[in-house]
């Protein structure tokens, strides 16, 4: 099937830095990409929504500034965690959607950021 | 605005016996829904899906079953096994906000 990798698996961070995370669809291209975070314990909250070459659509309560997301390739997309602090710390994770109208959505592994 | 819910948080099953977890929606114009199954830190799995023009769509163990008048669909597991002990969850496929996740526990 489809794969979606994400890098870094992992990261760590002080506060007040600023952090990307990678997704990217290994052997198709994705013309829409999906950013998740779930807390612990809780559901999958979306994020946003990246189409590929224009602006992603946020979330309502989902701070645009603070979490910048670009898809400048059919299989790239990268979230950044601007001037990051504790309480994003959160596992994050993509997906990705071929151009079919009936392809199925594929999800990244998943990246866990902890904010010191 | 939620517009697919699970209602039951959590689910235990004896090993064998069926698992049955439900999804609910609100808009009539949804028609093609996506189950996911979900381990912790990992990213969730495609299971099966299903589209309006069915009404069950059946995959090995796995089947969904969705009465469009009551906008409901289910996901029964049968027999279920420990290993499929995860969180699952549905979506609709041009929604993607998922439900907040069934919890399913099978007991060996």
């Known amino acids: 099937g489809a794969v979606v990798s994400q890098h870094p698996s992992r990261v760590i961070c002080k506060s007040g830095t600023s952090v990307k995370i990678e997704c990217r669809s290994l052997?198709?291209?994705?013309?829409?990409m999906f950013w998740y975070r779930q807390f612990p314990k809780q559901s999958l909250m979306l994020m946003a929504t990246?189409?590929?070459?224009?602006?992603?659509?946020?979330e309502q309560g989902v701070e645009k500034d603070k979490f910048l997301i670009n898809h400048a390739s059919l299989t790239l997309s990268t979230l950044t965690v601007t001037s990051a602090h504790p309480e994003d710390s959160s596992f994050y994770i993509c997906?990705?959607?071929?151009?079919?109208?009936?392809?199925?959505?594929?999800f990244g592994p998943g990246t866990r950021l902890t904010v010191l | 605005d939620q517009q697919v819910k699970q209602n039951s948080p959590s689910l235990s099953v004896q090993e064998g016996r069926i698992s049955i977890l439900n999804c609910d929606y609100t808009?009539?114009?949804?028609?093609?829904f996506l189950w996911y199954k979900k381990y912790p830190a990992e990213g969730p799995t495609f299971l099966i899906s299903?589209?309006?023009?069915?009404d069950k769509n059946e995959d090995g163990r796995f089947t969904v079953f969705l009465n469009k008048s009551a906008k409901h669909l289910s996901l029964h597991i049968v027999p279920s096994q420990p290993g499929d002990s995860a969180v699952y969850f549905c979506?609709?496929?041009?929604?993607?906000?998922f439900g907040a996740g069934t919890r399913l526990t099978v007991k060996p």
């Open positions: 979506a609709e496929r041009d929604d993607m906000r």
């Open positions: 052997d198709f291209q994705a013309t829409t």
């Open positions: 997906s990705a959607r071929t151009s079919g109208s009936r392809d199925t959505q594929y």
């Open positions: 299903i589209s309006s023009i069915k």
């Open positions: 990246s189409n590929e070459g224009s602006k992603a659509t946020y």
């Open positions: 808009n009539s114009m949804f028609d093609y």
